[in-house]
């Protein structure tokens, strides 16, 4: 069935490096992946999307890589901080449809 | 973007009695929401899906007659949990969408204890 992976459960960086976070995913057919991060006791934050049809998206200190031939996705956080330190789950729009299909999340830890 | 207001924040019920959760669109019209639960340390799963003025649909494992969903209005939506039991605790958390919206955006979230 359709499922949304993640490689690493738990992240640890130090403050000021780069972190990359993967995911790998299972339905072709998905048209948007997106990137939430989750800070405890709250909901899911929108960080960066990208449509299938593209396979680098950038934003503020975050870059969104997709590989279609290997259906994985990647999120890349610069110069680590601090806040960033959350849960950060990737989500896959299938179908075409409204429902979004989410990975076991990855627990980003930023050491000082 | 879209702004979506959920509530209360947490509750604490005893067992046996209904906790009713709201999520309200404020800025867009909201034709459909979509009703999640959360366990600690784990993904969030989706437990129904509700379109303005009909009846929701709920994922497989989820009962209706426990977990009301009402969505009456394009700005209100309703999560009621009936009769509820210690492993109804939970993070429950909404997402809207609507005409022209993605449905990126997420409730705050209710963190539910049933004692």
């Known amino acids: 069935g359709e499922s949304v992976g993640l490689h690493l459960p738990t992240l640890s960086v130090q403050e000021g490096d780069n972190s990359i976070i993967n995911c790998a995913y299972s339905n072709s057919a998905s048209d948007y992946f997106i990137w939430y991060k989750q800070e405890s006791g709250k909901g899911p934050q929108f960080i960066i999307d990208i449509r299938s049809n593209m396979d680098k998206r950038q934003g503020q200190r975050v870059t969104v890589l997709l590989n279609k031939t290997v259906k994985h996705l990647s999120l890349q956080i610069a110069a680590t901080q601090p806040g960033d330190s959350a849960v950060y789950f990737c989500?896959?729009?299938?179908?075409?449809?409204?429902?979004?299909?989410f990975g076991p999340g990855t627990r980003l830890s930023v050491l000082p | 973007g879209a702004v979506v207001s959920q509530h209360p924040s947490w509750v604490i019920c005893k067992s046996g009695t209904s906790v009713k959760i709201e999520c309200r669109s404020l800025?867009?019209?909201?034709?459909?929401m979509f009703w999640y639960r959360q366990f600690p340390k784990q993904s969030l799963m989706l437990m129904a899906t509700?379109?303005?003025?009909?009846?929701?649909?709920?994922e497989q494992g989820v009962e209706k007659d426990k977990f009301l969903i009402n969505h009456a209005s394009l700005t209100l939506s309703t999560l009621t949990v009936t009769s509820a039991h210690p492993e109804d605790s939970s993070f429950y958390i909404c997402r809207v969408s609507g005409q022209g919206v993605l449905g990126y955006t997420f409730g705050s979230g209710t963190r539910l204890t049933v004692v």
């Open positions: 989500a896959e729009r299938g179908n075409y449809g409204q429902n979004f299909v």
């Open positions: 509700s379109n303005e003025g009909s009846k929701a649909t709920y």
């Open positions: 800025d867009f019209q909201a034709t459909t």
